[in-house]
């Protein structure tokens, strides 16, 4: 299994407030990314990094900011959490871009809950 | 905009019996399309079919690419309740980042 740890795992909090998820990986893989999972929409992508402090958007990242100051971490945050964004988010990392590179491979996922 | 889509969205099947997943895509500049089976917790990735891979087959489940229908299948012989998962299909378009367009998923009940 790939080395890939969230933490929290679960989470509830309220509305309002500022709310922190950590990706931490031992592969020192280049990328990372976040993504949320929600009924009928699959995984979709938050936001990702190609490298130390090199991050960008992904489809859904209004309400949402990353950081990533170490190859091993990556760091998602809601600075204001709103009950929209109740949903299972995934930690994914991969190796290398090129035609023959290695599948993402996901975190167990935490599952958070704003009231 | 890049667009997977997959049917059925649901399936229940009896132990034994064959199944035959679909995923169809729209992206710009297809590089990968990829599979994965998400049980509790997180997605494992199953297989990966590109321009010069397209058909592959591990044990009872095997997977197709077809670029001129940009669409895949992935069929699963003789279930078993282990197969219940969700099966989620992802297109890489080619450019920067590495990414994954992913398709909302087939989820698949295999009763005894």
């Known amino acids: 299994d790939a080395g890939i740890t969230q933490s929290p795992r679960h989470k509830v909090t309220e509305t309002g407030t500022p709310v922190t998820l950590r990706c931490h990986q031992t592969?020192?893989?280049?990328?990372m990314y976040w993504y949320r999972q929600d009924p009928g929409h699959g995984l979709r992508l938050i936001h990702y990094?190609?490298?130390?402090?090199?991050?960008d958007k992904g489809e859904v990242s209004d309400g949402y900011s990353v950081s990533r100051s170490k190859t091993e971490d990556f760091l998602l945050t809601l600075e204001s959490a709103t009950s929209s964004q109740t949903s299972v988010y995934f930690c994914?990392?991969?190796?290398?871009?090129?035609?023959?590179?290695?599948?993402?491979?996901f975190g167990d996922g935490t599952r958070l809950s704003i009231l | 905009e890049d667009k997977v889509v997959q049917s059925p969205l649901s399936l229940v099947v009896h132990e034994g019996d064959t199944v035959t997943l679909n995923c169809s895509y729209e992206?710009?500049?297809?590089?990968?399309l990829l599979w994965y089976k998400q049980e509790k917790k997180a997605p494992t990735f199953l297989f990966m079919l590109?321009?010069?891979?397209i058909e592959k087959k591990s044990g009872r489940l095997s997977s197709i690419l077809d670029k001129k229908e940009l669409s895949s299948i992935l069929n699963i012989t003789a279930t078993q309740t282990g197969d219940s998962a969700i099966y989620l299909c992802?297109?890489?378009?080619?450019?920067?980042?590495?990414?994954?367009?992913f398709g909302a998923g087939t989820i698949l009940r295999v009763k005894s």
């Open positions: 992206v710009t500049n297809f590089r990968s």
């Open positions: 992802a297109v890489r378009p080619m450019e920067y980042g590495n990414k994954l367009v």
């Open positions: 592969e020192n893989h280049r990328y």
């Open positions: 590109t321009s010069s891979g």
């Open positions: 994914a990392i991969s190796e290398r871009e090129t035609e023959s590179n290695q599948p993402q491979h």
């Open positions: 990094s190609y490298g130390v402090k090199d991050t």
